[in-house]
């Protein structure tokens, strides 16, 4: 029998950690379901490389911050070889002159670093972080669970809704006041009100700006550090690191997907969803002509490719046309990793600070900068990173003694004034020379490096525009929102077709949440359902 | 005769301000029904502006469709004469109309348009709506197939970027040509002998919805049986620097049955018909603030107009719903007695409110008040009359009424 002969109950495209997750629940449920990856390799931007023979690195995505625990017992990953190499890092905000500052601070130790810095902040840190978190405890029920497609399940929508208000009810006049500044303001603003510390308001606007086309003064920010911290709550609210690199994650839920009565197919780029007549999904063709056909196809792509691309614009409303054409997905990034000769040395630095996901960013205003020179397709002169040492997690990723490091480079344009491949040298050494500020012996120790521009990783990963989300996660582009009307299941005009990407609630970074959700959706039978 | 224009702006100490205030909005037919904003004020001169104000006796214009047009020409009495007894030129250049061409225009229409566009002819004709996902209508208008694969649409509102988001993968442009294209109506009861004078005999035998090509003074024009407003007669689509020519010439060769209409006695013609318009009987779903105020093509009573047999297209899954409901507004034509001209908006079934009056005048061939009116679908199945509170204006005073109203025939003359 040829392979395309087989019936599949469903078909995913893209086996980004998204696609996997939802053909793994799918697979768990006794479906079989084929997943369809274009590149030679699972992952989308969650893959571990090497940067040079027996150094790995995660090349792209290097940190779970958000990867709900629920999902890895639900699928019993462990059984199919995932395993945490760290389970609790905490964020370090490098300073220049070694008075680094630990987040979030909760141990004695910490709290003393913070009073040392500003007596004054680490009086105001306690109610502060209480506050946000009372702000993400509100958003985090509506993360965790489809939203109500409007006009159907609308009982299920009310009793939301009515929870939601009792909760809001609940915070207290003063709480609400607060929070209704709180979501259209820029982080600057609110930690300006609250902070005096440059690197500790640096160190928390990071987390509302990392991945997302703003800075630290950008409207909006504020609600992106909210919308962060409840992703973090739902998976239990620690950052940790996979054994083998962020690469395993996706392995290992391919391996699921391979060993129950699914597969899971690379090389196979999808370029057309199949309906038929009646306006129902039955497959897909690969840009090689191979169809394979089913009745339930789930797309990991962003919405736009999905539907302008997949589908075709010829079975949209004109209504969702123009939503799709709003579309923004921004926030441009891009990746260096080295390979070095031994630990570089920080001054100031604790031993188990080093297994911490370090920040460079002295103050909000280099940051804003940083965002005002992308914006202009420039380059930063002061380059704002997020930094993780692959092996000091995974010994395995470099020889004994030796060590990988993976920078994130946030705020880099995706096009280059005068092009990336004239200015490619010149951006390596500005982030070298920036990290030397805190890790003097770095040059001494290089041995290789790898860079990845925006639009390099555009094509390594299938990432259009090198953007984290599939989307920009702002205020008009989540919850119901995301990506909008009749857009996000199969409640648009092809039934059975289902987005499962970031693209869609509950949106970006390696959480699973939206291929989990998309999984229940279709397990429940569709449409009529939350 | 002048008292059918009924003016808005006469002062009436008894009046009651709240019901005023919810009872008396837009009613009157050549009132500029609401505010308009700075950046819509601006009106264009159609291609036949220098010729109609040459005609223009009274220089009082209307804008309309973004345009200036002659309110009336001479008299309103003397127009609507012409259009019922002998026959009228209207420029009718204010038009939008939309150029859609190209190997898929067949099917980006089918999409489009809640009619089967399949079933029309080359040189065919046809009412259309296009709908919104809830099955609201977005815009109405008459689709022209000029060629297999060449399309006119004419409207009014400006839908470019509705048909733009719908035309999305198909292989079709969507051209706006209405600065480019004049159109003169020749409507009234000798304009078929006038055709034919001038076009020859095929266009005086042309059937309704059907169109051809024709030439008058080398200008190659473009004939159809087709009343944009619904009035009977012809539509002659024209280069916008021919029409002043055939406009000329027209007037000047049947000088003594033919005479310029103006919007007014246009309009009056219309409500006669009982045609709904489009902005002014109900509104678009895309610019329509209260949700409540746009309808589906059940509700104008349009239902032939909408082939939910035909394959998707835009709305047709809410509008399947709603034909199952069955629509909860009724557009009803109503004959209102009482023989002078009276204003009017709120229409009640016995003392309950049933709905209202969007388009009001006096007509006087029939001798009545007649008008379009919104009302709710439930209140035609009860035994109640209908009235209407009315206010009829004297020479200084206002009189308020209650007047017996009933549904009418459309057309009602
Ligand atoms: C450089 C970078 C660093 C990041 N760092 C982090 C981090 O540290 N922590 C974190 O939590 N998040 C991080 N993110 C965000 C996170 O990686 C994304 O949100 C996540 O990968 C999205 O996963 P996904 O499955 O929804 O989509 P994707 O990973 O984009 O998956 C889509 C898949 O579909 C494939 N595909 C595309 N077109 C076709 C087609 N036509 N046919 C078949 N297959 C196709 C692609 O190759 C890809 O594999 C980072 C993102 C980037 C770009």
Redesign the pocket.
């Known amino acids: 029998m040829m392979e395309h002969d087989l019936a599949y109950d469903a078909i995913v495209?893209?086996?980004?950690?998204?696609?996997?997750?939802a053909a793994a629940y799918l697979a768990e449920a006794g479906k079989r379901v084929l997943v369809?990856?274009?590149?030679s390799e699972?992952?989308?931007?969650?893959v571990t490389a090497e940067i040079a023979p027996d150094y790995m690195s995660?090349a792209?995505?290097?940190?779970?911050?958000?990867?709900p625990q629920r999902i890895e017992k639900d699928l019993k990953l462990a059984k199919h070889g995932f395993e945490m190499a760290s389970r609790d890092m905490v964020t370090v905000a490098l300073d220049k002159d070694g008075k680094h500052l630990v987040l979030p601070a909760s141990s004695r130790a910490d709290i003393a670093r913070l009073k040392d810095r500003s007596p004054r902040d680490a009086e105001a840190y306690g109610p502060f972080m209480k506050r946000v978190q009372r702000y993400a405890g509100l958003l985090q029920p509506l993360l965790e669970k489809g939203l109500p497609v409007p006009g159907e399940g609308a009982k299920q929508a009310a009793t939301d809704a009515l929870s939601f208000i009792w909760r809001f009810e609940k915070m207290g006049e003063e709480d609400r006041q607060e929070l209704g500044r709180f979501l259209p303001a820029s982080m600057a603003q609110v930690l300006d009100r609250t902070f005096e510390d440059p690197l500790l308001k640096a160190a928390l606007a990071m987390d509302a700006t990392l991945?997302h086309h703003m800075g630290p003064k950008s409207p909006g920010s504020a609600y992106q550090y909210i919308y962060r911290l409840a992703q973090q709550n739902i998976a239990g609210g620690k950052m940790g690191y996979p054994a083998g690199g962020?690469g395993a994650l996706p392995q290992a839920l391919a391996r699921l997907i391979g060993e129950s009565e699914g597969r899971v197919r690379t090389n196979?780029?999808?370029?057309h969803i199949l309906v038929s007549d009646s306006g129902e999904t039955e497959g897909v063709v690969?840009?090689d002509g191979t169809k394979f056909h089913a009745p339930i196809v789930l797309s990991?792509?962003?919405p736009r490719?999905t539907y302008l691309?997949?589908l075709g614009a010829a079975h949209l409303a004109p209504e969702q046309t123009r939503r799709l054409g709003g579309w923004r997905m921004q926030g441009a990034?891009?990746?260096i990793n080295l390979a070095l000769e031994g630990l570089p040395i920080i001054e100031g630095l604790e031993e188990r600070e080093y297994g911490g996901r370090w920040l460079i960013a002295p103050d909000m205003t280099a940051m804003e900068r940083a965002f005002v020179a992308a914006k202009r397709h420039e380059l930063a002169v002061e380059p704002i990173m997020?930094i993780?040492l692959p092996s000091y997690h995974d010994p395995r990723a470099a020889p004994p003694g030796h060590h990988t490091m993976s920078i994130?480079l946030p705020h880099v344009p995706y096009d280059l004034n005068g092009g990336w491949d004239a200015r490619r040298d010149e951006f390596t050494k500005r982030v070298v020379d920036a990290v030397a500020v805190y890790a003097p012996d770095i040059k001494l120790k290089l041995i290789a490096g790898e860079i990845?521009t925006p639009p390099e990783?555009e094509r390594r990963?299938?990432?259009p525009g090198?953007?984290?989300?599939?989307g920009d996660m702002s205020l008009d582009q989540t919850l119901l929102f995301r990506p909008g009307y009749g857009l996000s299941h199969d409640d648009g005009p092809v039934r059975g077709l289902y987005l499962?990407?970031?693209?869609t609630h509950p949106?970006?970074?390696?959480?699973g949440e939206?291929?989990r959700l998309a999984a229940a959706h279709v397990l429940e039978g569709g449409r009529t359902h939350v | 005769m002048s008292n059918i224009l009924v003016r808005p702006d006469f002062e009436n100490e008894h009046r009651n301000e709240a019901l005023e205030k919810y009872d008396a909005p837009r009613a009157d037919l050549f009132e500029a029904g609401r505010d308009v904003l700075p950046f819509e004020m601006q009106a264009e001169p159609t291609c036949l502006h220098s010729f109609a104000a040459m005609s223009c006796r009274t220089n009082e214009w209307a804008s309309w469709n973004g345009y200036t047009t002659p309110q009336t020409y001479v008299s309103l009495a003397s127009e609507y004469e012409a259009l019922h007894a002998q026959a009228a030129l209207a420029d009718m250049s204010w038009l939008t109309k939309y150029r859609i061409s190209g190997p898929q225009a067949e099917e980006f229409l089918q999409k489009l348009v809640t009619r089967n566009v399949t079933a029309l002819p080359v040189h065919g004709a046809a009412r259309v709506f296009f709908c919104d996902m809830g099955g609201k209508i977005v815009g109405e208008g008459v689709l022209f197939r000029l060629e297999e694969e060449d399309y006119r649409l004419t409207v009014e509102g400006n839908h470019l970027d509705w048909l733009d988001a719908t035309a999305e993968g198909f292989n079709c442009a969507v051209e706006d040509i209405s600065g480019t294209l004049g159109c003169i109506a020749l409507s009234g009861p000798q304009a078929a002998s006038i055709a034919r004078q001038r076009f020859g005999d095929a266009v005086a035998g042309l059937p309704a919805g059907r169109a051809l090509w024709a030439e008058l003074h080398a200008a190659p024009v473009y004939i159809s049986r087709t009343g944009s407003l619904g009035q009977e007669g012809f539509e002659i689509w024209v280069d916008a620097e021919d029409a002043p020519v055939i406009w000329g010439s027209l007037l000047r060769h049947h000088k003594e049955m033919l005479r310029p209409a103006g919007l007014a006695a246009c309009e009056l013609r219309r409500l006669e018909r009982g045609i709904a318009r489009f902005g002014r009987d109900y509104f678009g779903a895309e610019c329509a603030v209260d949700p409540d105020a746009a309808r589906t093509p059940y509700e104008l009573g349009a239902g032939a107009c909408v082939d939910l047999e035909k394959g998707p297209f835009n709305g047709r899954a809410a509008l399947a719903k709603a034909k199952e409901k069955g629509a909860q507004w009724s557009l009803v034509a109503l004959e209102v007695s009482g023989g002078e001209p009276a204003r009017f908006a709120a229409v009640y079934c016995g003392d309950d409110r049933a709905g209202s009056a969007t388009s009001i005048g006096w007509s006087p061939v029939l001798c009545a008040n007649i008008a379009l009116a919104t009302i709710r679908t439930e209140t035609l199945a009860a035994d109640e009359g209908f009235n209407v509170h009315a206010e009829i204006p004297g020479e200084v005073t206002v009189r308020r009424a209650r007047l017996p109203a009933k549904i009418a025939r459309r057309p009602l003359f």
């Open positions: 495209i893209g086996a980004g950690h998204n696609g996997l997750v369809l990856e274009a590149e699972v992952g989308g931007a969650a995660s792209g995505a290097h940190l779970l911050y958000a990867w991945g962020i196979s780029q999808v370029r690969l840009t990991s792509l962003d490719r691309d997949l990034c891009a990746k997020e993780v994130l990845l990783i990963f299938g990432v090198a953007g984290w989300h599939q499962c990407g970031s693209g949106g970006g970074g390696l959480t939206p291929g």
